[in-house]
T-cell receptor, first 114, second 113 residues
Framework: DVKVTQSSRYLVKRTGEKVFLECVQD?????MFWYRQDPGLGLRLIYF???????EKGDIPEGYSVSREKKERFSLILESASTNQTSMYLC?????????????FGSGTRLTVV | KQEVTQIPAALSVPEGENLVLNCSFT??????LQWFRQDPGKGLTSLLL?????REQTSGRLNASLDKSSGRSTLYIAASQPGDSATYLC????????????FGPGTRLSVLP
């Protein structure tokens, strides 16, 4: 069964810490995405990547960076975590080379910054 | 800019009812549309994907329709069950072959036993 795996379901970090959220997909997808989801604000795109070493800013990139050294892995980095980054983080992948061309999501990481 | 809305924001029905969830989008030039389900505290699970050339897709008790010209999609759930309780989101991919879906805010469904 193909899947997108996020390394942690729950994380608690302290303000100022550097935080890494990992996402791995086993579908050989070219495209990968990071979203955050907050009540009343819906899903907001942070960063995305269309290929290895490539990255593009989404709607809310401030305070975040990403890394895509391998096709299957897309990491979201909070350089200095702040309480307003407490949120649900969702990773997704897709491929423009398939008829399906839809999104497959991971199970999410609930991050709390204290 | 493409915008996606979903009405109602929340819906509560007794078990066994057939129900319809609505999704509207402002720009009819879309590539495809995808419906998702999200359980509390979990990720999004794909339910159905409709290509722009299709009118509907079916999976089990679910049927999704697409009317591009009017900017609408509906998700029909037959014989609802308590296990259908979740938030349902629709997302459209703009027709300029942009890679990124635009998501609606979701409809929170409660099916009462």
């Amino acid at each position: 069964d193909v899947k997108v795996t996020q390394s942690s379901r729950y994380l608690v970090k302290r303000t100022g810490e550097k935080v890494f959220l990992e996402c791995v997909q086993d579908m050989d997808h070219e495209n990968m995405f990071w979203y955050r989801q907050d009540p009343g604000l819906g899903l907001r795109l942070i960063y995305f990547s269309y290929d290895v070493k490539m990255k593009e800013k989404g709607d809310i990139p401030e305070g975040y960076s990403v890394s895509r050294e391998k096709k299957e892995r897309f990491s979201l980095i909070l350089e200095s975590a702040s309480t307003n980054q407490t949120s649900m983080y969702l990773c997704a992948s897709s491929s423009p080379l398939t008829v399906w061309y839809g999104y497959t999501f991971g199970s999410g990481t609930r991050l709390t910054v204290v | 800019k493409q915008e996606v809305t979903q009405i109602p924001a929340a819906l509560s029905v007794p078990e066994g009812e057939n129900l319809v969830l609505n999704c509207s989008f402002t720009d009819s030039a879309i590539y495809n549309l995808q419906w998702f389900r999200q359980d509390p505290g979990k990720g999004l699970t794909s339910l159905l994907l409709i290509q722009s050339s299709q009118r509907e897709q079916t999976s089990g008790r679910l049927n999704a329709s697409l009317d591009k010209s009017s900017g609408r999609s509906t998700l029909y759930i037959a014989a609802s069950q308590p296990g259908d309780s979740a938030t349902y989101l629709c997302a459209v991919r703009p027709g300029n072959y942009g890679q990124n879906f635009v998501f609606g805010p979701g409809t929170r469904l409660s099916v009462l036993p």
